[in-house]
């Protein structure tokens, strides 16, 4: 029963999506976190774009502007340190060298998945032991594992609030969603468009 109405749940969640620029072929209100100078191209920012984050999840996560969405509504949950654990394992996954990588590792591991770290991520014990037995040798997929479980959280508890909460109360389209702009204007600087995932990874 749950997967039938997955499919006609997306779809209101992309017709109210839709309603953010239903007077115009962009999206005026992510003009927020567009970055300082943006090109001609990113200054529109198309209905169709906007609309296909409610496609799916890792639709959201593909695209910048997406992310940096999310990453807003996260901080008003005060749980943005998964997004951040997610994209350092992304951007960790690109190392190609060896002495870099071990280094990195261990970094995110302090910071995101040891016991008490400064911005430790929701995982099971099982988890994060097996983790930390990953970071006796490091590999490009010693936190598949955590990365999978982060993932999975957030797709099935915040991702579904994000989109809920962006259109909370404006099912008849109005032309200036509030709440969603309010939301937005708090994602303005270059680190929140996500030109670097992660000050661990510089």
């Known amino acids: 029963m749950a997967a039938l109405l ?18 115009s072929d ?22 169709e ?3 296909r984050w409610a496609d799916s999840f890792d639709v959201l996560l593909s695209h910048k502007y997406g992310v940096a969405a999310f990453r807003a509504f996260l901080k008003t949950e005060f749980s943005e340190e998964n997004l951040e654990f997610w994209l350092a394992c992304e951007e960790f996954k690109k190392t190609r060298s060896t002495a870099k990588l071990v280094s990195k590792a261990h970094r ?3 910071e995101f998945v040891d016991v008490q770290a400064p911005r430790e991520v929701n995982i099971d014990f099982q988890t994060r032991e097996a983790t930390r037995k990953n970071m006796q040798e490091p590999s490009l997929t010693c936190f598949d594992q955590a990365q999978g479980k982060v993932h ?4 099935k508890d915040s991702y579904p609030r994000f989109l809920r909460t962006s259109m909370k109360g404006r099912d008849h389209c109005p032309s200036r969603p509030r709440k969603f702009t309010r939301l937005l204007y708090t994602c303005k600087s270059r680190k929140d468009l996500g030109r670097h995932p992660s000050p661990l990874l510089i």
């Open 6 to 23: 997955m499919p006609r749940r997306n779809k209101g969640m992309r017709t109210r999506l839709g309603c953010l620029s239903h007077k």
């Open 26 to 47: 962009s999206c005026s209100d992510f003009t927020a976190i567009l970055p300082d100078k943006p090109n001609r191209a990113l200054k529109r920012l198309s209905t």
């Open 49 to 51: 774009e906007a609309t």
């Open 108 to 110: 995110i591991f302090e």
């Open 152 to 155: 999975s959280l957030m797709e």
